[in-house]
């Protein structure tokens, strides 16, 4: 999916409204994108539900949040819902108007904001929607006017927080804040992200991305060939169509599984449950009998073998999760590496290999998994040098590997050898945590073995861990995630997709 600018937006609004779709409707349309996300919050947590406060302004971005406060309150979502204006109410024009009409027919407060005492909802608010500013920001928000302190009282971390299209303070165009901003746990945007939802340090105010289709046209022209993609969940959602009646576990392939030294032997179990979870139709672990054993404990459904066993019953191969270094180790990854098999490699087998070329030797598919230290090695840089320009550094890596790369981080990068790059829209902080990657390779394992090509396989990999991330963390906070709740989460991660399936 493209990414556009807030400009390419509001043409792509006005081609879709002369083709003869209403504002009026894709206002109600964004608003009841909206409106499912505070439910889904809500019924994740459900203390949530005590107080919810719109933040509206007087533009079409406060008309998304009228209509978002009246559908809430027909749904009967929450104890208290209050509405915040910050303008005059008799200024209101257009569709914003007839939105803020229905919701005061609707008998719910609506409380236009003159002094700072009219925030005082903002301070017990357990649920924030914010439809104070859109994407065409112009100047930043006044340090010392109301709106901003508004801002604060929203991100203070009392209320869950979802904005509308972008969090009001930052611009669509622009990848830094240079004002006062919300900082909004879930972000629900329309038709395509925008550049603040991508780069950093602005995407990092974004939250969860909601990449809402509410049947805006798509944008005219090809976008310039440098440009890097988004990958969102309609963007995979088709590589996984409803399962035919007569499968069998036989149709959703069988993925080795192959690390687990001392010290390391719960991750090729947690690899091996996250490619269960991500619909393998088998999975077995090859490791030394004392990691087996754990194996079964972790993740009774899988199977186990030994490292030197006969590799022609599997599909794919994921390889590193807890392998170490050791001679053994290294000849495990010879061997595992000059098989013709699908394969994704990670961890120590990244560090065992040593440099990027190793992997060009390979004459079968090839995805590997580093984080920015890993990627670094292979590359005979540095960390530092990789997180530089992330895409550029996966770029050479993929061309130099002759795989598919998977560079991980915020904004995880997957890149292929002919150059493609594209940044996944999904994945938090909570999510730096011993094991999350190992939960990767197993997920893009287990794509591989399904039969996907690299490049959907990475991508879907991606989005789908860093998705599960983000609902854990939605549910648990930041702090307390592990590896674990990400493969729990990854079926309502699933769940997310076929809500993003094209009709």
């Known amino acids: 999916m493209r990414c556009l600018s807030a400009e390419e ?63 809430l309150h027909a749904a009967r979502a929450a104890a208290g819902i209050e509405t915040l204006l910050f303008g ?66 929203a991100s203070s971390g009392r209320a869950f927080v979802i904005a509308i299209d972008v969090p009001s303070g930052l611009s669509g165009d622009r990848d830094d804040a240079v004002g006062p901003a919300v900082r909004a746990d879930i972000t629900v945007t329309f038709g395509t992200p925008k550049r603040c939802h991508v780069f950093p340090p602005a995407a990092g105010l974004c939250g969860r991305i909601v990449v809402a289709d509410i049947g805006l046209l798509p944008p005219d022209g090809e976008p310039p060939a440098d440009q890097p993609e988004v990958v969102v969940a309609s963007d995979v959602a088709v590589l996984f ?39 393998a139709g088998l999975v077995t672990v090859a490791a030394g009998e004392a990691v087996r054993s754990v194996v079964h404990v972790l993740s009774p459904e899988t199977t186990t073998v030994t490292p030197d066993s006969d590799l022609s019953p599997y599909d794919a191969l994921a390889v590193g999760p807890g392998l170490g270094r050791s001679e053994a180790a290294a000849g495990l990854l010879a061997r595992l590496a000059a098989a013709p098999r699908p394969a994704v490699f990670d961890a120590d087998a990244l560090n065992v290999a040593g440099e990027a070329t190793f992997f060009a030797r390979r004459g079968a598919p090839t995805i590997l998994t580093p ?60 999510m730096a945590s011993g094991g999350t990657g190992d939960v990767l390779t197993g ?47 990854l079926g309502s991660a699933f769940g997310l997709l076929r809500e993003a399936r094209p009709f």
């Open 241 to 279: 169509p409803p399962r035919p009646a007569s499968s069998h576990k036989g149709s959703y392939g069988h993925l080795l599984v192959a690390g687990g030294a001392d010290g390391y032997r719960g991750a090729p179990g947690l690899a091996a449950r996250a490619a269960l979870r991500s619909g």
């Open 443 to 489: 997920i893009a394992g287990a794509f591989l073995a399904r039969g996907f090509r690299p490049w959907d396989a990475a991508a879907a990999a991606a989005l789908l861990h860093g998705t599960a991330g983000d609902l854990a963390a939605e549910v648990a906070g930041e702090e307390s995630l592990i590896a674990s709740d990400l493969t729990a989460f």
């Open 371 to 430: 984080h920015p230290g890993e990627a670094g090695r292979l590359l005979g840089t540095d960390a530092e040098s990789v997180n530089a320009d992330r895409i550029a550094s996966a770029r050479r890596l993929a061309a130099l590997s002759g795989a598919v790369v998977v560079l991980k981080g915020f904004r995880t990068v997957v890149a292929d050898p002919a150059g493609r790059a594209a940044l996944v829209l999904a994945g938090n902080p909570g």
């Open 9 to 71: 937006s509001r043409t792509c609004d006005a081609r879709t409204i002369a083709a003869g779709t209403p504002g009026l409707v894709l206002m109600k349309r964004a608003a009841g994108a909206v409106a499912r996300e505070a439910v889904r919050a809500l019924a994740a947590r459900p203390e949530r539900a005590g107080r919810v406060v719109v933040l509206a302004g007087p533009g079409n971005n406060g008309g998304d949040g009228f209509e978002a406060a009246r559908l």
């Open 88 to 153: 005059d109410p008799d200024r209101l024009t257009g569709d914003a108007k007839a939105t803020f009409h229905r919701l005061v027919q609707t008998g719910l407060p609506v409380r236009p904001v003159a002094t700072e005492r009219d925030l005082e909802a903002l301070r017990s608010a357990t649920l924030v929607v914010d439809a104070l500013f859109g994407t065409g920001l112009a100047r930043p928000v006044a340090g010392d006017s109301l709106a901003a302190r508004a801002l604060a009282l």
